[in-house]
């Protein structure tokens, strides 16, 4: 799998010179890049539901709603032939190409095709539960 470095576009609006600048917006910048959509409009978005169902929009809750409203659907973790569940860098071969939503332990990701798009490479993961459109199923 390739990875490319990207900030989802976080970098046009705020700061990314220190590692500290980088915590805390996986969901945003994940999300930004899958829906091919500006980051700042993302986190507006998620912030007016995260307003609204009183969660923070880093919540799993919160970035469910927004994807379900988007029409993504939710999907358990693929597993490979042994039934166990599958690293970030294996994604791919399972899933075949789209655009994908991955969720690790307390990260979420984008997967485009056969590239990690992320601030870090997190392939070494375990891919959990993941998120795609709708027509993908």
Known sequence: MKFKKTYGGREKYATIKYKKDLVGDCVMR??????????????????KLSVEMLTPPNQRKCYEA?????????HKPLRDTNNKKLRVYDFHKYSGDGIFLVHTTKHLT???????WDSWNCQNWC?????APDWWA
Not at 30 to 47: C, V
Not at 66 to 74: A, N, Q, R, T
Not at 127 to 131: E, I, L, Q, V
């Open 127 to 131: 891919a959990n539960s993941f998120y």
């Open 110 to 116: 984008c997967i485009i095709n056969d590239t990690l």
């Open 30 to 47: 994940a999300i930004a890049i899958a829906l091919n959509q500006d980051y700042k409009q993302t986190f507006i978005e998620l912030s």
């Open 66 to 74: 927004y994807l379900k409203s988007k029409g993504w659907i939710k």
